[in-house]
């Protein structure tokens, strides 16, 4: 018997039909973390409109999990992150469906120390999802518009 093995986009598709769901005020998540200033932002919509830098998400995660996390995390990763005016990032909540609890991961404390953005025009909510494979990992921008809903974004 064959094993189902997810793409992301299937995934992605999945992902974006339970936030359309669930969406609580300013955390697109369940999971939601405090210390973000969260008194005005706006969401991607239909680009890509915060740049990141060469130490994009993926390389952060990779270079600032413990290394036995970063060899077995397997699984979806959903992140909202605020971007401030100097593309500093704070993260404001989460759905983790990895093999990996989240309190494990120390996903707040890495993401608002070590990533950073080119800086925006205006405070942004940015949406990662991360599909991790093993060795390989697929990453996708998730906008929110209300012409299109939730969508992928390039």
Known sequence: MKKFKPTLSITIFLLIFSISFGVHAQN?????????????????????????????????????????NVKKIRGLLSCQIIVDLNGKSCLLSVDNDTNIPTEKLKLKKIIDKNLNWEKPTEKTSVIVAIMFYGKSVEKKRIGMSSERGFHQIE
């Open 28 to 68: 697109i998540f369940d999971e939601k973390f405090e210390g973000c200033n969260t008194d005005r932002f706006s969401t991607e919509k239909d680009s890509i409109e915060v740049k990141e830098t060469d130490k994009d998400l993926v390389y952060v995660l990779a270079n600032n999990l413990e290394e036995e």
